[in-house]
């Protein structure tokens, strides 16, 4: 009998391994069967397609803008050429999202309505929510969204339950609390909130919303049913950057085309016409495969209404204002759809739309492309395949204007595009909710800053980024899932906040500059906008904010316009020996050993510890002379072509050796001295995001507010 166990033990044991060595096998074939999208480059397109199809396959899309394919490969395949051919380039193509800074939805999109009412107690300057809450189970209150009306000034405290709670300030309405706020099952939540003073007791301008740890929003109902009213509009920030002053000059873009690769643009009537009440020109294109233009999802509308809304300006508080609510009103307008109705696009789809832009620019008069969008660096910006596009658009006489991210307020959270060393990057800041007290604007917290991972200063300016009002449909997706913002669902107005719309108004300020003077090249509208913006000072005239977070400061339109200055931007960068892969570049700055302060060897004052602060009394007024001359001259600061890997997969673990002697032997310039000693050993975590390892290519681009 005990033979006979055995023997069928013997049996059920090969019939389980033969199993296990199918289901190994079927894994393999499986592996070996999935395909990735990569687009390849590092040749010449007709040699690299001549080798694809030798190897058996067939690009999908090849651009022409970099001598680029796209291509659907096996591991295996995959491997093979790359063992094949030394000199081809691989880049993983990935999804990534429109770049305006946004909570993240929760995760049922459960909203619910709560009654409230609301009274005002002016002896504590004071409003007073009280709202009813029916629900039988514990809560935990985490975050308040309120509305509040700009002439009370800052809110001072904010008190639930006649306790007062800390918090962080998260955008102009999110109040984030530090430590959830336990509420009973039934019980009555009332929030008071404390202003500098309280100036009108008008209930249609106030509003609190409430969220919970479970991620649920309750959204409340007010007592009045007073409407604000829809004939007053002002967007405010063509006053903050001065453009309306440009406006009474007679310039507003007239006969330059601004380009928007983006989510589209709707054929909303207030953007059809300019200011002479005629219809501009405009065009719209879709690289998607739908090859609808509609803009479903509402970004590219709300950039392109901040860039070239006509409509005039209108202010109950100010009825004596002056000037138009888009920057550049008269501009025209392609917009290129790269972006579809959930506002994600590829790196594929990015590249078909530059080089629409790039084979058009002189059949539309391109003179302008707007990319509010971002995503973490996966290599050297001239590995990068968008990064090369653009520097090759630039060359073209585009001028490249580049989210700088809304990963901040670390150091070293410039995305892609915007580390791009040549193109303008744009940081964000707020008014404060106080638009014409000038005094109290400051870089956000979400803006990305500097430097960039190969040490240039970046973002090269800042604009206003914090709930910016622009157009946007009311059945758009964006405005739908954030509808507890739609302060009066009647008008086509939205706020929102982010590098995106920073990049959208500095935009408009590039095509006013070019229609005061249309032979200005890329170069020249980059020094003349960074010598004239203004950086942000204390009282004592020290720099409030870095420069790796504001560049050189805010953004003046009216002084743009008016400059004559030249030759101080991009100096000692040959574009062209930089696309060839003859010369590549690093920037100026360096970083203390031992995790220390950046900072510019020579430049005095510049030093920053990486650490966001806002503490200060600031104000943007000093015109900044960081960038004359020859102070972030990248000059003699050069990598010559053969230090570089062909694979693109930088800064992988085994590159560093253990003393921090980083790069050692790879034939580095010595007068470059950027990694000179153990400036970058690994205490130093100078690139301490890790977004160099070679399994971390792009998974997402950031979305920012």
Same mark, same amino acid.
């Given at each position: 009998?005990?033979?006979?166990?055995?023997?069928?033990?013997?049996?059920?044991?090969?019939?389980?391994?033969?199993?296990?060595?199918?289901?190994?096998?079927?894994? %393999?074939?499986?592996? =070996?069967?999935?395909? $990735?999208?990569?687009?390849?480059?590092?040749?010449?397109?007709?040699?690299?397609?001549?080798?694809?199809?030798?190897?058996?396959?067939?690009?999908?899309?090849?651009?022409? $803008?970099?001598?680029?394919?796209?291509?659907?490969?096996?591991?295996?395949?995959?491997?093979?050429?790359?063992?094949?051919?030394?000199?081809?380039?691989? *880049?993983?193509?990935?999804?990534?999202?429109?770049?305006?800074?946004?909570?993240?939805?929760?995760?049922?999109?459960?909203?619910?309505?709560?009654?409230?009412?609301?009274?005002?107690?002016?002896?504590?300057?004071?409003?007073?929510? &009280?709202?009813?809450?029916?629900?039988?189970?514990?809560?935990?209150?985490?975050?308040?969204?309120?509305?509040?009306?700009?002439?009370?000034?800052?809110?001072?405290?904010?008190?639930?339950?006649?306790?007062?709670?800390?918090?962080?300030?998260?955008?102009?309405?999110?109040?984030?609390?530090?430590?959830?706020?336990?509420?009973?099952?039934?019980?009555?939540?009332?929030? =008071?909130?404390?202003?500098?003073?309280?100036?009108?007791?008008?209930?249609?301008?106030?509003?609190?919303?409430?969220?919970?740890?479970?991620?649920?929003?309750?959204?409340?109902?007010?007592?009045?049913?007073?409407?604000?009213?829809?004939?007053?509009?002002?967007?405010?920030?063509?006053?903050?950057?001065?453009?309306? !002053?440009?406006?009474?000059?007679?310039?507003?873009?007239?006969?330059?085309?601004?380009?928007?690769?983006?989510?589209?643009?709707?054929?909303?009537?207030? !953007?059809?016409?300019?200011?002479?009440?005629?219809?501009?020109?405009?065009?719209?294109?879709?690289?998607?495969?739908?090859?609808?233009?509609?803009?479903?999802?509402?970004?590219?509308?709300?950039?392109?209404?901040?860039?070239?809304?006509?409509?005039?300006?209108?202010?109950?508080?100010?009825?004596?204002?002056?000037?138009?609510?888009?920057?550049?009103?008269?501009?025209?307008?392609?917009?290129?759809?790269?972006?579809?109705? %959930?506002?994600?696009?590829?790196?594929?789809?990015?590249?078909?739309?530059?080089?629409?832009?790039? @084979?058009?620019?002189?059949?539309?008069?391109?003179?302008?492309?707007?990319?509010?969008?971002?995503?973490?660096?996966?290599?050297?910006?001239?590995?990068?395949? !968008?990064?090369?596009?653009?520097?090759?658009?630039?060359? @073209?006489?585009?001028?490249?204007?580049?989210?700088?991210?809304?990963?901040?307020?670390?150091?070293?959270?410039?995305?892609?595009?915007?580390?791009?060393?040549?193109?303008?990057?744009?940081?964000?800041?707020?008014?404060?909710?106080?638009?014409?007290?000038?005094?109290?604007?400051?870089?956000?917290?979400?803006?990305?800053?500097?430097?960039?991972?190969?040490?240039?200063?970046?973002?090269?300016?800042?604009?206003?980024?914090?709930?910016?009002?622009?157009?946007?449909?009311?059945?758009?997706?964006?405005?739908?899932?954030?509808?507890?913002?739609?302060?009066?669902?009647?008008?086509?107005?939205?706020?929102?906040?982010?590098? $995106?719309?920073?990049?959208?108004?500095?935009?408009?300020?590039?095509? !006013?500059?070019?229609?005061?003077?249309?032979?200005?090249?890329?170069?020249?509208?980059?020094?003349?906008?960074?010598?004239?913006?203004?950086?942000?000072?204390?009282?004592?005239?020290?720099?409030? *904010?870095?420069?790796? %977070?504001?560049?050189?400061?805010?953004?003046?339109?009216?002084?743009?316009?008016?400059?004559?200055?030249?030759?101080?931007?991009?100096?000692?960068?040959?574009?062209?020996?930089?696309?060839?892969?003859?010369?590549?570049?690093?920037?100026?700055?360096?970083?203390?050993? @031992?995790?220390?302060?950046?900072?510019?060897?020579?430049?005095?004052?510049?030093?920053?510890?990486?650490?966001?602060?806002?503490? &200060?009394?600031?104000?943007?007024?000093?015109?900044?002379?960081?960038?004359?001359?020859?102070?972030?001259?990248?000059?003699? =600061?050069?990598?010559?072509?053969?230090?570089?890997?062909?694979?693109?997969?930088?800064?992988?673990?085994?590159?560093?050796?253990?003393?921090? =002697?980083?790069?050692?032997?790879?034939?580095?310039?010595?007068?470059? &001295?950027?990694?000179?000693?153990?400036?970058?050993?690994?205490?130093?975590?100078?690139?301490?995001?890790?977004?160099?390892?070679?399994?971390?290519?792009?998974?997402?681009?950031?979305?920012?507010?």
């Amino acid at each position: 009998m005990k033979k006979y166990v055995i023997l069928i033990s013997i049996a059920v044991l090969a019939l389980f391994a033969r199993a296990n060595i199918a289901d190994r096998a079927t894994e %393999q074939t499986t592996d =070996q069967e999935t395909t $990735s999208t990569y687009i390849i480059h590092g040749g010449n397109i007709s040699s690299i397609s001549k080798l694809l199809v030798d190897a058996g396959v067939t690009p999908t899309a090849r651009y022409s $803008s970099i001598d680029a394919v796209s291509i659907k490969l096996t591991a295996l395949q995959k491997a093979e050429l790359q063992k094949a051919n030394k000199g081809l380039r691989f *880049f993983e193509d990935k999804n990534f999202e429109v770049a305006s800074y946004k909570r993240e939805a929760t995760d049922k999109g459960s909203n619910k309505a709560l009654a409230s009412t609301l009274k005002f107690l002016s002896n504590a300057n004071s409003a007073l929510w &009280q709202v009813e809450n029916s629900d039988t189970a514990i809560k935990e209150l985490s975050t308040l969204y309120l509305q509040t009306p700009e002439q009370n000034g800052q809110i001072k405290s904010i008190s639930i339950n006649g306790e007062k709670v800390l918090f962080n300030q998260v955008s102009s309405e999110e109040f984030a609390l530090i430590g959830y706020i336990q509420l009973r099952a039934n019980q009555a939540i009332k929030v =008071q909130v404390e202003f500098d003073s309280l100036q009108t007791v008008d209930p249609t301008l106030y509003g609190v919303d409430l969220q919970f740890s479970s991620g649920e929003i309750a959204t409340t109902t007010k007592n009045s049913k007073k409407q604000a009213s829809n004939n007053n509009r002002d967007t405010h920030y063509p006053e903050l950057v001065r453009a309306n !002053l440009v406006h009474e000059q007679g310039v507003t873009g007239k006969g330059v085309t601004v380009a928007i690769i983006d989510t589209g643009i709707n054929n909303n009537s207030l !953007l059809q016409k300019g200011t002479n009440n005629k219809r501009r020109f405009t065009t719209s294109i879709s690289v998607l495969e739908d090859k609808s233009v509609n803009d479903d999802y509402g970004h590219g509308t709300h950039l392109a209404s901040i860039i070239a809304d006509a409509s005039k300006r209108s202010s109950a508080e100010r009825p004596h204002i002056n000037g138009y609510n888009g920057i550049a009103p008269d501009v025209n307008l392609v917009s290129i759809k790269a972006f579809d109705e %959930q506002g994600r696009a590829s790196y594929s789809d990015i590249l078909r739309a530059v080089d629409y832009v790039i @084979e058009n620019k002189d059949a539309h008069n391109i003179r302008v492309l707007n990319l509010s969008f971002s995503a973490p660096p996966s290599s050297y910006y001239w590995d990068d395949p !968008l990064n090369k596009a653009l520097m090759k658009a630039w060359r @073209e006489g585009i001028t490249v204007v580049a989210a700088a991210g809304n990963s901040g307020p670390d150091a070293m959270t410039i995305g892609v595009p915007g580390n791009t060393p040549y193109v303008i990057t744009v940081g964000a800041i707020t008014d404060n909710k106080t638009p014409y007290n000038f005094n109290d604007d400051y870089v956000t917290s979400f803006s990305s800053a500097g430097p960039t991972y190969e040490g240039f200063v970046k973002p090269e300016l800042v604009a206003p980024g914090g709930h910016i009002l622009g157009v946007m449909d009311k059945q758009s997706l964006l405005r739908k899932t954030y509808s507890i913002f739609d302060t009066n669902k009647k008008h086509d107005y939205f706020a929102l906040s982010g590098s $995106s719309q920073s990049t959208a108004i500095t935009t408009g300020i590039v095509a !006013l500059m070019l229609e005061a003077n249309p032979y200005l090249r890329p170069d020249d509208i980059k020094c003349r906008l960074i010598s004239t913006a203004k950086a942000a000072t204390t009282e004592s005239g020290h720099l409030a *904010f870095s420069i790796y %977070q504001q560049g050189a400061g805010l953004v003046d339109a009216y002084q743009a316009v008016r400059s004559t200055e030249f030759g101080c931007a991009n100096n000692g960068m040959d574009i062209t020996k930089d696309l060839n892969g003859d010369e590549h570049y690093i920037g100026p700055v360096r970083r203390h050993e @031992e995790g220390g302060d950046y900072y510019i060897p020579g430049a005095e004052g510049l030093e920053w510890s990486g650490v966001y602060s806002d503490s &200060q009394l600031w104000r943007f007024a000093s015109n900044s002379q960081l960038w004359r001359h020859t102070s972030f001259n990248s000059s003699s =600061q050069l990598w010559r072509h053969t230090s570089f890997s062909s694979n693109a997969q930088l800064w992988r673990h085994s590159s560093f050796s253990a003393n921090g =002697q980083l790069w050692r032997h790879t034939g580095f310039n010595a007068n470059s &001295q950027l990694w000179r000693g153990n400036t970058f050993n690994s205490n130093a975590q100078l690139w301490r995001h890790r977004s160099f390892d070679s399994n971390s290519f792009l998974n997402n681009w950031v979305d920012h507010e």
